[in-house]
C-alpha cells in the first residue's frame, strides 16, 4: 500500500496573518534596564557582575564590548539617556571623547563600555571575579 502525499506546490496558497514584532515588556529595574539596552545597541560579550559583599561602589558592574569608538560613544550616549527616561536619574559619564574605555556611572550601576583590545587589555573581569572561580 502506498501513501498519498500532497502536493505543497499546487496547494492554494493560504493566507497567512503577518505577526507583529515581538514586543518586550518595559524593564522593571536599572539592572534590566542596562542589560535591555546594550542587547538593543548590539553590545558584544555582555558580562555583568554582582559586587554584593565585593565592594560598596555598585550592586553590579556591568562590562560590555563595541565594534568601534563610534558604537561605544552611541551605546553610552543611548545608554544614559534611556536611564534619565526611565526614571532612574542622571548619569555621569568618563571617556567620552576617545571612546575606548567609557564609564556610565549610574549609581546603583557601573557600565563599563570598551573597544575589545583595550577590554583585553585591562580585563577587569578577572579583576572583579575574585572569589566567584578557582585559583588564577
Known amino acids: 500500500m502506498t501513501e498519498v502525499q500532497p502536493n505543497l506546490a499546487q496547494a492554494s496558497p493560504t493566507p497567512q496573518a503577518s505577526t507583529p514584532p515581538a514586543v518586550r515588556p518595559a524593564p522593571t529595574s536599572l539592572h534590566d534596564l542596562v542589560m535591555q539596552s546594550l542587547d538593543d545597541d548590539q553590545a558584544l560579550e555582555v558580562v555583568s557582575i554582582p559586587l554584593e559583599g565585593k565592594s560598596s561602589i555598585a550592586d553590579y558592574m556591568v562590562i560590555a564590548s563595541g565594534r568601534s569608538t563610534r558604537q561605544v560613544a552611541t551605546m553610552a550616549q543611548k545608554l544614559a539617556e534611556r536611564i534619565k527616561h526611565g526614571g532612574f536619574g542622571h548619569v555621569r559619564i568618563e571617556g567620552l571623547p576617545a571612546a575606548d574605555w567609557v564609564l ?30 578557582g585559583e588564577a
Do not use: K
Not at 557601573?110 to 573597544?115: A, D, E, I, Q, T
Not at 587589555?121 to 566567584?132: I, P, T, V
Open 104 to 133: 556610565v556611572d549610574a549609581g546603583d550601576i557601573v557600565v563599563h563600555l570598551f573597544r575589545p583590545e583595550v577590554r583585553s587589555f585591562y580585563n577587569l573581569e578577572r579583576m572583579w571575579a575574585f572569589g566567584d572561580q
